[in-house]
């Protein structure tokens, strides 16, 4: 169990750009940050981080928090496990129970995972630096290949002697339980019942997670036997998906975002080689084929990727297949390729790190270009060939989401293929037109364009930051826009102090509140939060927006989020560019908070009329008719006062 003043203190220390800044490229918009939302597909960025509020929200997916809920969505942890991992983060110290490696195997079953396979890293770096057959057989193995050791201390690297058990036996022996080491592949169970090493005599290669724990391995024999598979790596576990990872991204994470570009090779070796060179911004796919999800994870970081292929051929050409996937992410791609017989690991070693960095530097292509290349020294004069070449690159061409980018490539091709320029067009936009028809569906037209409306925030709910939107007020059947208004202005300007005609030194939270007491709120959450707003102030208190954004109610924190935050942030252009001024809500309290109650009650008293006007046709008795009609009129001239404030234009 964490104190109070300890979780206080992590909360008060931590920065959300910073706890987010370690998983997703940042850029400055306006007022906030943006960037690829981490837990949906996106090409567009529609994730924002406010620094001065102290949190976060996608409205894409619509996920939303502080640091500590973005630690939890992000890493599947509990509560205080993303408590931990910021105190980690921050260096604060956290007392609590002492608890033992069984204790915590059955408080948390996937952490037990991570658990195992940290023991299994140390007890391979262990052996690999202090046993007799590790420091003989496999650091003799990493010098041979040229690797310094603080490259192979950095990456934590390791070795699995060669017996049945070792690692088994000591893990049983420290109290760690035998279903985590199958279930984290570590160790397999044989006929019998028996379990045995899945890695051993073997050189590992622990893989790392976002935040550097240990998720998996990758083992290489030293054996020269062709019966024996050369690498062998973790299967999938709860913790551990491959098409997921990138080797080294850990290691790579902060010189990626600072250079603005990942070099992407293709295997564990490659990764220290190019990190000896001096070179930081470098991952690996680790033995599988590039996936969309290791793409969208470089494009957290980065758009711009350079693959640095080796000079086989037949490697190469398998390669550019799959990477069309890159261009449909909308990332700029780039290619290195090495002297025929060398990879990244052997030319690095071969002619040293200050030559290796500029020969990258010297022989980065365009991916398209390249491709074209490659594949047309392969045709020769074959005019079949050729023709099918050419469709092939403009495949590639409309992938590339952004049409400037394809324009540029298309005039590019058309002088490199010796072909016209409106030719190479027109296959492209056919090639657009059978893609959009394709995925459009019959019935995704009228409904989802009504959806579309009613799923968009309401109308003056972000003025503060820019632009509104207006919603048609056709598909909008009650008031929960309106309540949602009046809860934005609390949240937002509930702190400032109202100096106003006669109305002096109150607050506004107060003086909102004070003006709702003839209003019933229809939407439950926002019921909840004028309710607990109410009951605050007549206890002396006056509420922050922090305690809606951090309630334990994650119905009310999700909307208080919400509506803290917006999309939309006004261009500084109008007035750079063209000298227009606009004002924001800011400039004129009095309106903007007036113009939000007023809104509420005049549909408040728009359903009262209606409800009226009903009564009265439905009435039979004229006494009672003559009372119904007193009050229309009565509730009439209250509805006039409200328009003739909002600005309204009646017309009965």
Known sequence: MINRETIDKIMDTARIEEVVGDFVHLKKRGTSLIGNCPFHGEKTPSFHVSVTKGIYKCFGCGKGGDSVRFIMEHEKYSYPEALKFLAQKYNIEVEETVETVQDVEAQNARESLYIVSQFAANYFEEQLWNGDEGRAIGLSYFKERGFREDIVKKFNLGYSPDVWDALTQNAIKNKHAEEYLEKTGLAIRNDKGQLFDRFRGRVMFPIHNFTGRVIGFGGRTLKTDKKVAKYVNSPESEI???????????????????LDNCYLVEGYADVLAVHQAHI???VASSGTSLTIEQIRLIGRFTQNVTILYDGDAAGIKASLRGLDMILEEGLNVKV????????????????GAGEFKNYIENNRKDFILYKANILLAE????????AGIIRDIVESIAKIPDNIKASVFIRECSNLLAIEERILLSELNTMRAAKLKKSIQPSTRPHQQQQQYQDMPPDNLFADDGPTVEVPAQVVSNDELQEQEIVRLLLAFGHELVSW????????????IQNLTDVTFENAICKKIIDHYRLEIENGQLPT???????????????????STSPYTLSENWYNKHNIYVRDETMNLKATILGGLY??????????LFDLLNEIKLEPDAVNQEILMQRYAFIKNVEKEISRFLGSVIVK
Request: charged fraction near 30%; avoid cysteine.
């Open 240 to 258: 551990y998906h491959k098409s997921n990872v990138l080797y080294g991204l850990f290691h790579a994470k902060k010189a990626i975002r600072e």
């Open 280 to 282: 930081e911004n470098v």
């Open 336 to 351: 290195v390729s090495f002297p025929a017989g060398d990879d990244p690991d052997s030319y690095m070693h071969k002619v």
């Open 379 to 386: 045709a020769g004069t074959d005019p079949i060939k050729r």
């Open 501 to 512: 005609d006669k109305i002096d030194n109150m607050y506004i939270g107060s003086f909102i």
């Open 545 to 563: 927006a922090n305690q809606f954004i951090k309630s334990q109610d994650r119905e009310i924190a999700d909307l208080a989020i919400t509506l």
């Open 599 to 608: 809104h509420l009650k005049k549909r408040k008293v728009d359903r009262i």
